[in-house]
């Protein structure tokens, strides 16, 4: 319990963003959806593949700025609400499994993986809102446009939250 009490004095914002997130995406009973055979192996290699471009950050030098996210692309495969449980799963591997440690887990998981899956989906809803209804319309402003919009909006938020 005194852990989970640092973690909370050491990272407020980022504890706040994903207590927020898993109420909000609770509500939708997201492993409903995970009853369905089709959608299983999908959702375990999201896990696997999410889990190992994270740790990549670890590896590489510092001086080479890698941001792989792939938050959007859960949004997209899977729904908000799965995405955000998928999150926080890959959040909880690399805290045991990479040497990331417990405190840029969850760091990583709030900034990389909640608040761009987050923004994804608001963009991706005005997109649909907005925009008319054709397969282009989706691939190109849902797929990339929006993304783009969701990951830059994040960097400005982090900004924000923390200056350098």
């Known amino acids: 319990m005194d852990r ?14 994903w207590l927020a997130a898993l109420l909000a995406s609770t509500l939708f009973r997201p492993w409903q959806s995970l009853r369905a055979p089709a959608i299983q192996n999908p959702w375990l290699g999201a896990i696997v593949l999410v889990s190992a471009l994270w740790s990549l950050r670890v ?13 959007c692309l859960l949004v997209l495969m899977l729904g908000w609400p799965l ?16 040497p990331i440690g417990t405190e840029q887990a969850v760091w990583l998981g709030a900034w990389q ?3 761009p899956a987050t923004l994804g989906l608001a963009w991706g809803l005005a997109t ?37």
């Open 128 to 164: 649909r809102r907005f925009m008319p209804r054709h397969l282009m319309v989706y691939i190109l402003g849902r797929g990339f446009l929006a993304t783009g919009l969701a990951v830059m909006s994040t960097a400005g938020m982090l900004h924000l939250a923390h200056p350098a």
């Open 4 to 17: 989970l009490a640092a973690l909370f004095e050491q990272q407020p914002l980022a504890c706040g963003i």
């Open 83 to 98: 995405a955000i449980w998928t999150l926080a799963l890959v959040s909880l591997v690399l805290a045991t499994v990479s």
């Open 113 to 115: 993986g909640v608040v």
């Open 59 to 71: 590896l590489l030098p510092q001086a080479f700025a890698l941001q792989l996210s792939a938050a």
